[in-house]
């Protein structure tokens, strides 16, 4: 592989790894908050649907569809996981069959909406999603220039300010510190006067919110249009790129921009000496054996969030 | 209420609610739900009530068509599950299965007696080899069946794609060449008294299915210590049951149950290996019929019946207007719904105190 391709690669691995950055943090939100997310896949498809949606729907009428896109994405992210949360924390669901039924809800539910509104199985194609740019300046610094700041979506500035975020307000602030004791010990969280049921709606809202937002960041930057496909696993791939990272948002940025390398091999393989040879069908499999692989290196040390997952009973000791 | 009342009447109000919120998705988007109720009926039975015609067997045939191999994947959604396992991998083992029908089928000259087992033999293997990767990775290393299974479905999807595509080679990069007649579950008996629905002998390895997984279940030692991993781990390893074979085992008993729908769908509704696009469901809609259906064998037929009926009705529903997608949003409203039991029975159990107050309220 020859340099001048790597440096041709990264601006796309950038593209795919926003996303599944975004995501991935919603994640941890929720999960710190003790629910665990199975919905996100879900949550990134209703976030896809409602950002290319309101893009085609504004693109006559304003240039910055695309961005009033990514806000709509981002809100119906969160109207859709208030379904999660309520049956989760409120009517004690089952939180992975509870995510299960919302993924399924998801793929019907756009398709359906998508029958309604273009009377096809898909929305229209939007004419210009998120636009690349380069950073003045910034981007005539010799070969990091061209890495980081040239022909780059700003999607993945979102990205990285969220990661920058995230660490803040987990553990730099009250409301993350009482949020992650929650995903720890509920009870004794509860002991000390925190509202177990309002940190963790606040955990899954938020994930919600940066779901959608990744969803339609996805959508936005690498396809036309929104199908049942256009998420194709993402949002699992963002939810092992949280156990890969160790539910913590730095190792969340290595684990996104791990897979975003993968995914954007795929596209550059054929110009790879010694990839050019294999079938394309090898590079789709890529990122999903790298996520089993990745798991299975991390599995043993996880460390996730001790009461991830369980019913909350508030007379357990 | 009690826990025998609660099993059957928490996945009744499930499905209720389910299709009381699909008609309000129909109605608030300006379609009308009787149609959709119209056409449910059709896909179960062909009468139409809007237009007057008769029982036809025809669409009794095809909704059967539908039901046998989501019965297969609720069973073996349902068999992972009892011992604790959520296995999401049901889609691609049915890949799997399919692809080792496929090979079978197009490879194997030899009678139909012997062709159609090997083809069916081969099937339950695939499914359960990759069933039982999962399995291991679980057991050994304690890596989350869930996202590992899902990972899998990918990854059977694209192999799948490339071992018709570049090892049998396609017809039209959609389809193999049809299988030799040996390897067919069809049957022009069964279709002629359908009216030609494509209806197939595949009825019987799933009723056996259904046979067997009861069977293991509740009347074999290793169904008993099956289920004891999954009440609890720690007390049966203590018990001196192998909790990791169990959960290997277990796994592989899934995917072979999801093996064989992939052969029922190849070599009984198709006659050829197919390219798939995408996730066509069948794992999904399987764990739908094994919640709704409690994990239990007889629960799984007539919950995989409704799913059935469900989806035969969906091209219906989409000639009367309604987008079929309503069908997929009924469903996952239904297991939302069962997901949601202990909140559905609070407010039931608040219900019946109410209505005996004398008895209930004494003693509170």
């Excluded at chain 2, 202990?342 to 209505?355: H, N, S, T, W, Y």
């Amino acid at each position: 592989m020859t340099f001048e391709l790597l440096l041709q690669m990264f601006p796309i691995a950038l593209m795919f790894s926003a996303p599944i950055i975004l995501t991935a943090l919603g994640g941890l939100f929720s999960e710190r908050s003790g629910i665990v997310n199975i919905a996100l896949e879900g949550i990134m498809m209703v976030g896809a649907f409602t950002g290319a949606t309101v893009t085609v729907l504004l693109e006559n009428s304003t240039p910055a569809a695309a961005w009033y896109g990514l806000l709509a994405g981002l809100l119906a992210g969160v109207v859709f996981s208030i379904l999660h949360a309520v049956a989760s924390i409120n009517l004690k669901a089952d939180q992975v069959i509870s995510g299960t039924a919302l993924n399924i809800l998801a793929g019907g539910l756009t398709v359906y909406l998508c029958q309604i509104i273009f009377h096809q199985q898909r929305t229209r194609a939007f004419s210009n999603g998120i636009q690349k740019f380069s950073v003045p300046g910034l981007s005539d610094i010799p070969v990091l220039g061209r890495m980081f700041f040239k022909e780059i979506y700003p999607t993945f500035y979102i990205a990285i300010a969220m990661v920058f975020i995230t660490w803040f307000v987990v553990y730099k602030t009250p409301l993350g510190l009482r949020m992650r004791a929650c995903g720890e010990h509920p009870q004794a969280a509860a002991s000390m006067g925190i509202n177990v049921a309002k940190m963790r709606y606040f955990g899954v809202l938020v994930s919600g919110a940066l779901g959608g937002l990744g969803g339609a960041v996805m959508v936005l930057t690498a396809d036309i249009q929104y199908t049942l496909v256009s998420i194709h696993g993402t949002g699992f791939i963002s939810l092992a790129s949280l156990v890969f990272g160790k539910w913590n948002p730095f190792g969340v940025l290595g684990a996104g921009l791990f897979f975003g390398f993968s995914t954007a091999l795929s596209f550059y393989a054929k110009d790879i000496k010694f990839l050019a040879g294999l079938p394309g069908e090898f590079f789709y499999i890529l990122p999903y054996l790298l996520t089993i692989i990745a798991l299975l290196f991390f599995a043993g040390k996880s460390v996730g969030p001790k009461a991830a997952g369980e019913i909350y009973d508030s007379g357990k000791r | 209420m009690t826990t025998r009342k609660e099993k059957i009447v928490l996945p009744l109000i499930a499905v209720l609610l389910g299709f009381v919120l699909g008609s309000l998705i129909v109605a608030f988007t300006g379609r009308s739900p009787l149609a959709m109720y119209a056409a449910i009926v059709k896909g179960f039975s062909g009468i139409d009530i809007l237009n007057g015609q008769p029982l036809n067997s025809r669409y009794i045939g095809e909704f059967i068509i539908q039901a046998m191999p989501i019965i297969l994947t609720g069973l073996s959604f349902a068999f992972a599950s009892r011992t604790g396992l959520f296995s999401i991998g049901a889609e691609g083992q049915l890949m799997i299965g399919s692809l080792s029908a496929t090979t079978v089928a197009l490879l194997v000259r030899a009678p139909t007696v012997i062709h159609l087992p090997l083809v069916l033999l081969a099937a339950i293997l695939g499914g359960a080899l990759w069933g039982a990767i999962p399995g291991f990775l679980k057991a050994r290393y304690n890596v989350h069946e869930v996202v590992v299974t899902i990972m899998m479905n990918y990854i059977a999807l694209h192999f799948n794609n490339f071992v018709i595509l570049h090892i049998f080679g396609s017809v039209d990069r959609v389809k193999t060449a049809p299988f030799p007649t040996t390897a067919l579950l069809k049957s022009p008996f069964l279709e002629s008294i359908t009216r030609n629905s494509r209806l197939n002998w595949g009825f019987i390895p799933v009723i056996l299915a259904l046979l067997i997984f009861a069977f293991i279940i509740n009347k074999t030692t290793f169904g008993y210590s099956l289920r004891a991993v999954g009440y609890n781990k720690e007390a049966a390893r203590y018990a001196g049951m192998k909790v990791n074979r169990n959960i290997i085992a277990s796994m592989a008993i899934a995917g072979a149950f999801a093996g064989l729908a992939g052969a029922v769908i190849t070599v009984g509704t198709f006659n050829f290996g197919r390219v798939i696009q995408s996730a066509e469901g069948y794992g999904f809609d399987g764990i739908a019929v094994a919640l709704v259906g409690g994990n239990e064998a007889f629960g799984i037929l007539l919950a995989g019946m409704l799913f059935g009926g469900l989806k035969a009705a969906q091209p219906l529903m989409q000639s009367q207007g309604i987008p079929r997608e309503i069908a997929g949003i009924i469903q996952a409203s239904i297991v939302l719904f069962v997901a949601m039991k202990f909140g559905i029975k609070m407010v039931l159990d608040k219900f019946e105190r109410k209505q005996a107050p004398t008895t209930e309220g004494d003693r509170v």
